[in-house]
């Protein structure tokens, strides 16, 4: 079922792309209305989820992946529609493509193991979810910062320079990003740690066993955590902004990234619940 | 009807000539009640500008007009015919159509592209039609350039890209900040380019600019000028920490700001960006200063670059602009000439709503004994059938864009239902009313002025 929102997202991606390239006024909007398409028959098919298994697809990294595509593409939405400023969609549609191809192609919900039939849990994944989605959003507005800035500095104006908005509208965009995702991280990594607490004297689940800082998966969203902390923490203190925050946006991304994909799938030991 | 367009412009017409011909000086409502009085025209639009005069008209017979304005022009501006007329060129139907597309996009401009034109075009149509000069031809051709121009400045680069150096250096300023209002200027220098460069930002809605010479009261003189800040000219590395734009145009011969001004500044900014335009020659400003982080430096060889590579792309986007036109002018000249059947129509539709009149006057005798419900419905039905009987001629008269195809449905129409000894002056005066044009010469069309 998760292919149906993958190929409206595929066909919103082209028109983004000819959107940008074009810059006519009829693609961009066929971009946002299939954009707004995929994004309802993407909640179809989690509502679908959810009644087949009588919970929100959230367990395991097939769920979550697609419950951060779905939250990534409203958060785009709404970025989009608060600015009217479509030419980020190249970048962030395709990242969702990507990412939805493995929900597409494994297309299975994980059944729900006892442990995790938590308020807790389900509060602690939604949490990080949001928080994921803010980042990743953050991480698509850092890197076309980056692209105007170098246009702007080399004194090479070109496609960027054309479709980009400014650059201090494009880092203020990054803080509130990065801001709004750091609460949810922190409010997803406490909730967390709160539930384990809870379960972890009872639960004979090898799992619940393994959580600890030096689980893989755990190590590395603590450190994610530490990134935003100080972005967060710098640019009110000391100023960083500009390009130091974009890039500290998109490492702090790229190691979540990681953390989603390949730890999540092959490496973790505490997380492995697909 | 024909439309008609009788100007001047930079293409052909020198600057003092041009400036003679302004119809702003006296007014264009002015001129408008002038041309009003010209016999057989039947709308017009008066646009001038510092590049333009044009006179948009509709008139029976273009070469009368052409005489009439080139005459009206020459008296109004108070010019000799014989100085004047070798600079003024006429466009009619198409080619006025076609004229106007083109000045609304931008492709007839003395700079491509440029928008400020669209603006005019509008300004001067909403005088017009405002006091009543204008109808439907002229009100469908505006409108159409309207559009015309909007998808040329959508659908095609041509308006975009600064391509001037002042506006090059606001653009990037916007791209930088975004917002100018709270931002702070400094310009350094009070000579000929740093008063060019200050009005420039004083038209734009920047927060504060402050100006700093070596004479200060050259300083002081300037800002009193752009409303502007004297500053000490031994506090400028020290203002550098509060501004956020920089125009150096000072001429000196020294490099006035260096790499390590700079770099001191940005540490007390909290990496806010500042934007350095060095437009003097030699530069103000020493070129490593741009290395800094979050400092832009752009000295009068970028910005002149950036205007050239924009002047090209605008070039590349004029085939493009050149066939929407193209487009717009095949479909306004249809419309134009469909508009052509519009009396034809009406004498038609006069004709037989005359006979239904004078069938229901020769039965009324027959009726009486109906009630007037009953009397009231032989009247409907006797309209629907008339009605749906004039239908489908309506739409294929009104259909053809072809002008002997609408002369000869015309002529036959005339000739079978008697339209041309049965037309009334009121049905001509009617269609005149509606459509103030026509191509047909068997159905005489309006002379009424629509005001």
């Avoid at chain 1, 989690?46 to 697809?57: E, K, L, S, W």
């Avoid at chain 1, 384990?196 to 799992?207: C, F, G, I, N, Y």
């Avoid at chain 2, 004709?351 to 009726?367: D, G, H, I, N």
Wanted: hydrophobic residues 45%; neutral net charge; glycine residues 6%.
């Amino acid at each position: 079922m998760n292919a149906i929102p993958l190929a409206v997202y595929v066909v919103s991606g082209a028109a983004y792309a000819v959107h940008f390239s074009a810059r006519k006024p009829m693609s961009g909007r066929i971009a946002t209305v299939s954009l707004v398409f995929g994004v309802l028959v993407h909640t179809f098919v989690i509502g679908m989820q959810t009644m087949q298994v009588g919970h929100i697809p959230l367990v395991g990294t097939t769920g979550a992946i697609s419950a951060f595509v779905w939250l990534l593409a409203l958060a785009y939405l709404y970025t989009e529609m608060t600015t009217d400023e479509r030419a980020m969609g190249i970048f962030i549609v395709p990242l969702m493509v990507i990412l939805q191809l493995i929900p597409a192609i494994t297309n299975e919900v994980s059944a729900r193991p006892p442990v995790l039939e938590s308020r807790w849990f389900e509060l602690h994944v939604s949490s990080l979810l949001v928080a994921y989605a803010s980042f990743a959003l953050a991480c698509v507005i850092s890197i076309t910062y980056v692209l105007l800035f170098k246009e702007l500095k080399g004194k090479h104006l070109g496609v960027f320079y054309a479709r980009l908005p400014s650059l201090q509208v494009l880092d203020v965009m990054n803080s509130r990003a990065v801001t709004f995702g750091w609460i949810f991280l922190t409010v997803g990594l406490g909730v967390g740690a709160v539930w384990l607490l809870e379960v972890s004297p009872t639960a004979a689940d090898p799992r619940v066993q393994a959580m600890s800082i030096l689980d893989p998966k755990i190590f590395i969203v603590v450190l994610c955590w530490l990134v935003y902390t100080f972005s967060v923490y710098a640019r009110r203190t000391t100023g960083w902004s500009g390009r130091q925050a974009a890039w500290l946006s998109a490492i702090g991304f790229g190691l979540l990234l990681l953390n989603f994909v390949p730890i999540g799938y092959f490496v973790t030991r505490s997380h492995n619940f697909y | 009807m024909h439309l008609l367009l009788l100007g001047a412009s930079h293409h052909n017409a020198p600057v003092d000539l041009r400036e003679r011909v302004d119809f702003s000086r006296r007014g264009i409502p002015e001129a408008l009640r002038e041309l009003e009085r010209i016999p057989n025209i039947y709308e017009c639009v008066v646009l001038s500008t510092c590049n333009r005069s044009e006179i948009y008209t509709v008139c029976a017979e273009p070469d009368a007009a052409q005489e009439a304005l080139a005459v009206f022009m020459s008296s109004f501006h108070d010019v000799p015919e014989p100085e004047l007329a070798p600079y003024l060129y006429k466009r009619t139907n198409q080619d006025a159509a076609r004229h106007l597309f083109r000045v609304v996009s931008g492709l007839d401009s003395l700079v491509v592209g440029e928008p400020q034109i669209a603006g005019q075009v509008k300004e001067a149509f909403q005088i017009a039609s405002e006091q009543g000069f204008t109808s439907s031809s002229l009100n469908r051709l505006f409108h159409c350039s309207f559009r015309v121009g909007k998808r040329v400045r959508t659908e095609t680069g041509l308006g975009e890209g600064a391509v001037s150096v002042s506006y090059a250096a606001i653009s990037l300023a916007r791209k930088i900040f975004g917002d100018l209002s709270q931002l702070k200027a400094l310009v350094l220098g009070a000579g000929e380019m740093a008063e060019l460069t200050t009005t420039h930002l004083n038209a734009q809605p920047v927060g504060a600019i402050c100006l700093a010479n070596r004479t200060p009261s050259r300083a002081a003189a300037l800002a009193a000028k752009v409303n502007g800040t004297a500053v000490p000219w031994e506090t400028v590395t020290e203002e550098l920490a509060s501004t956020d734009i920089v125009v150096t145009a000072t001429g000196s011969s020294k490099r006035l700001l260096t790499h390590e001004h700079v770099a001191n500044a940005m540490k007390s900014r909290r990496n806010r960006p500042l934007f350095i335009i060095d437009i003097g020659v030699p530069r103000d400003v020493e070129p490593t200063a741009g290395e800094v982080e979050q400092v832009f430096l752009y000295n009068i060889d970028d910005l002149q670059t950036i205007v050239r590579d924009n002047l090209s792309k605008r070039q590349s986007q004029i085939d493009r602009a050149e066939l929407l036109v193209h487009e717009e002018v095949d479909g306004f000249m249809a419309w134009l000439g469909s508009r052509g059947a519009i009396p034809t129509v009406i004498a038609l539709r006069r004709r037989f709503e005359q006979t239904r009149q004078s069938e229901l006057k020769r039965l009324a005798p027959k009726l009486v004994g109906l009630s007037p419900e009953a009397k009231s419905r032989v009247e409907e039905i006797t309209r629907l059938l008339v009605e749906k009987l004039l239908s489908t001629p309506t739409e294929q008269l009104k259909s053809a864009s072809d002008e002997q195809e609408i002369a000869a449905d015309t002529d036959t129409l005339a000739r079978l239902f008697k339209l041309t000894n049965q037309t009334p002056q009121e049905a001509r005066d009617k269609s005149n009313q509606k459509s103030s044009k026509t191509t047909n010469s068997t159905l005489p069309s309006s002379t009424v002025k629509q005001r």
